[in-house]
Nanobody, 125 residues
Framework: VQLQAFGGGLVQAGGSLRLSCAAS????????MGWFRQAPGKEREFVAA????????YYADSVKGRFTISRANAKNTVYLQMNSLKPEDTAVYYC???????????????????WGQGTLVTVSS
């Protein structure tokens, strides 16, 4: 599967952005999906993950209550709605797909099999 993330940009603190990740190929509804981010000089970190049907979601503590992950399987797309953005949210955001048979969202990068190219989010203070 190929993933393409888009929707990043420059936003002021307190603003909102919605990232999208479009997947090619079949069986998208059988992939666990996740969002990760990497800030300059830092390691890639988990942001959010969602199960096959969207019934289960996990979030990093740093984004809980501000970000929402969702998916539209008919459109082969996963979203990340980001509200109340902070300067520390500035990073390149990556979407990832996990094709393991276990329908449980993964909160670490290792289990993910496919990665998008990333989209830059910059939050100004």
């Amino acid at each position: 599967v190929q993933l393409q993330a888009f929707g990043g940009g420059l936003v002021q603190a307190g603003g909102s952005l919605r990232l999208s990740c479009a997947a090619s190929g079949r069986s998208f509804s059988r992939y666990g999906m996740g969002w990760f981010r990497q800030a300059p000089g830092k390691e890639r970190e988990f942001v959010a993950a969602i199960s096959w049907s969207g019934g289960t979601t996990y979030y990093a503590d740093s984004v809980k209550g501000r970000f929402t992950i969702s998916r539209a399987n008919a459109k082969n797309t996963v979203y990340l709605q980001m509200n109340s953005l902070k300067p520390e949210d500035t990073a390149v955001y990556y979407c990832a797909a996990d094709d393991s048979p276990e329908n449980r969202p993964k909160v670490v990068a290792g289990p993910y099999d496919y990665w998008g190219q990333g989209t830059l989010v910059t939050v100004s203070s």
